[in-house]
């Protein structure tokens, strides 16, 4: 018992040592989403609605494609 914890304490370490993930690709897609609205209820003169169709590539790519609507 007495030696399992100098490796719980060395896991431990690790974990909080290791490098934290990168969200900038998230946060910059969800920046472009905002703009994106803003840019179709400014065209469209007013609330929009989203319609979307997602496709993945064979390359294991994701197509997100966006159709804005005037809200009725």
Do not use: C
């Amino acid at each position: 018992m007495a030696n399992d914890k100098p490796d719980i304490i060395a896991i431990l370490k690790a974990i909080a040592e290791s490098p934290k993930r990168d969200n900038s690709a998230y946060h910059r897609a969800i920046a472009e989403a905002r703009q994106a609205f803003e840019n179709a209820e400014t065209a469209l003169g007013g609330p929009v609605r989203l319609k979307t169709r997602t496709k993945q590539k064979r390359s294991g790519e994701y197509v997100v494609k966006w159709t804005f609507k005037r809200q009725k």
